[in-house]
């Protein structure tokens, strides 16, 4: 049930409607139950495997709780991060499912678990330090962990955030509206948006037809574009479910394009991984080298990003993005305040938009490692951009839109227009449409935009996969 | 309380509105005269020669060059990238517009039964699903498609890309009242690359790929459908395949076979078929852009050999 | 006592940021110092150990919402050292 499909939103419309006619005290063992029917619904065995993560960890996790000796929580503590990552690693990486005969694309439990094992992780550890002060029994456990609208693709969720919000009582009403408008939006950005320009960049980002030049930048854009509105718009039918449920989620997202520097890329990109990834990896590797003084952030940041490329997949192309994304940062790490210096030199508005274009250059180029399907196409294309001898085409018609357009008729460059155009509207007004889609009062002009977009520009014909799916 | 008002009014609107945008497409898609369905269905052609099949008929057959030889009036009613399933779409609603022909000449090559051409472009047809053979048609053949054509409008969003440009040009066709030339034959001639670079590369590519043929029973199907039709109203029917490359046979695996079963139903219904592979255009690669689709020159040439035919 | 070491950690803040306009509130946060993030953050904190002759564990420093509890936590630390 892809958040994109039709069953989704029917499933989804039933279980509101019966969340909203159930009384409070029953609520959560009924989202228990829906969830476990998204898990399992295509295949029983994905309930199985995950009732069984579901009871090693809550019995560890209270094990750990009422366990006082130092050592042995620690040796607890262990036990479950090494079991966890362990079947993180036989289903996703080594994928033992499909030496079963499971397609691993169809058993629920597997396209979740690079997202809740994390998620597990976070509680194990919060329990051991005691910053988890909520009370919790299995049920609660439960819900949190297989909550339906965060299971396939997050937003990862720390315990504190999350756990308080089930037994406390929460005004639906507005709630609803909320949620409703804000699956809208998610999934404009995907079908409308994502997917409409997933064709034109696949298509040339295959080797024989990677363009040159402008032509081949503006493609390292607009893949930078897809991925965004992709998970985003994922993002927010995700956050958008979950209201209509009543609960707040994390943001995901806070406007990353805008960003001035990468550091800021990264606190406004996947946020959920990269709070996750600051909090108990970040800080644990600077802490341990704090002694080092300077070197202490840039080996953090290293390990850091490069256990982000592995979560992301195994393979080159993930470890240049790694790569890439930690010698920005370094690189930012030592420039700081020599670049807050430059910055009060040049008037405040071209510094920020230069700083923009910079930022959104650099995460364009290192987001062709995470598109490329294999690193010589990566390599080809980024060869591609930097040509400078005929880096701006000829002939723009036949050199940019064409090109992009896959063809020259006339019908595939209006459509390439449309999409450009309401892709930039969304863009250059996302914060306006943020704060209108955050507002409980319904806004039915707004919402009626959004069903329009839909149907004239959506894709239904063949609905792409999330592009997180994958992780 | 007025709240929901509120919303009853908004559901009914947005019901409203999307069907009224449904209607405009109908009626807009309708007016576009580049598209060939419209056309057909718009304009009185009465042909007396009709002829059906996919890009091959579609780029080789020149009507006006059937005209000179055989004195009939002539339609091409061949399109890019179809099949047997669209043409009987396509000539079921020529019917409703036109007479009847008194020739039917069917493009019938073993590239025409693959199963790798079962690709249905209902999208073609999305302002004609009023028409009760088309949406029977759609229906059997493209659930996925029909089953979402109840809501309004949902006809154009499944494939929306598809429809929206065209819509527009409809529009200034309704508005200019000029008569494109587009479909005036409904013949579009590949024109020969000449002296474009790289001619000879385009050959060597395509003569590369193998090509195992499966026979489709669904092509079969809508053949038999055509030649009922036909046939009840007394429209003669011809089969005929035109000259492929010769030297790219030793690849097509498993075309005798599929020829076989075409001679099979030709003969069952009475039905001459005839096949070009020996003429000497089929020798020279340069008259090819793939095996199976001459340039304009060589098929012109081609024309006459079948006009000549048909005459007798 | 409490103020006194306010002010002192506000001096820190000022020289280790090389802003003298930084002004610490009890409810300041990261957010709302340019320099200050998770980057800076462990940096800070060790210039803060190292003038108190304290020491943070990880939990410690992970636990800090805002200003209020790093004071209270050095406040708390320095009473238990008398």
Redesign the interface.
Known sequence: MPFNSISYILFFSLVVTIYYLLNQNYRKHFLLLSSLFFVGYKNIESIYLLLATILFTYYLAKKIGSTIDIKKRKYLLRLGVFISISTLFLFKYIDIPASFGFDSNNLIFTLGISFYTLQNISFLLEVHSNRLKTEYNLIDFSVYSTFFPKFIMGPITIPQDFLPQINSDKPLSSNLTIGIQRILLGLVKKIAIADSLAEYVKFNFEKNHTPVGFTALLISYLFTIQLYFDFSGYSDIALGSAKALGFDLKENFNFPLRSKSITEFWRKWHISLTSWLTKYVFYTVSYRFRKLKKAAIPIALLVTFLLSGIWHGVGICFFIYAISHSLYMIIEYFTKSSRLEISTKIPTKIHTLLSIFITFNLVSLSFVFFRATSINNAFHLIKNVFSFKNFLPTNWKIDVFEHIAITSDQFALFNLFLLIITLSLFLLFEKKIYSIIINPKTNYIFIFILILILMIMGTYSNPEQFIYNRF | MKKSYKLLLFLCFTLMFFIGLEKFYDFFLKENMNIKSSYISKNKINAKIIILGSCGPFATISPKEIEKYTHLKTYNLAEDHVNILENYLSYSLYLENNKSPEYLIIYTSPETFDERDNVLHSFHFSQFLDNPIICKTLKEENPNYYRWTFIPFMKYAYYNSKFNFNVIQGIKHYIKKKPTTLQLTGYSPIISPGTIEGKNKIHRITYKFEKKYKWSKIQEKYLLKIIKLAQSQNTKIIFYESPHYVKSNFNFIKRAEMQKKTKKIAANFGIDYLIFDTMKLSLDKNNFLYATAMYEEPSIQFTKVLSTYIKK | MRDELFIQVQTIFRDFF?NQEIELTDTTTTEDI??W????H??LM?EIENNYAIHFT??E???FKNVRDMVDCIDQKLYSKK
């Open positions: 090389r340019a320099l993030d998770s980057l800076t462990l940096e060790n990880l939990d420093i992970l636990d």
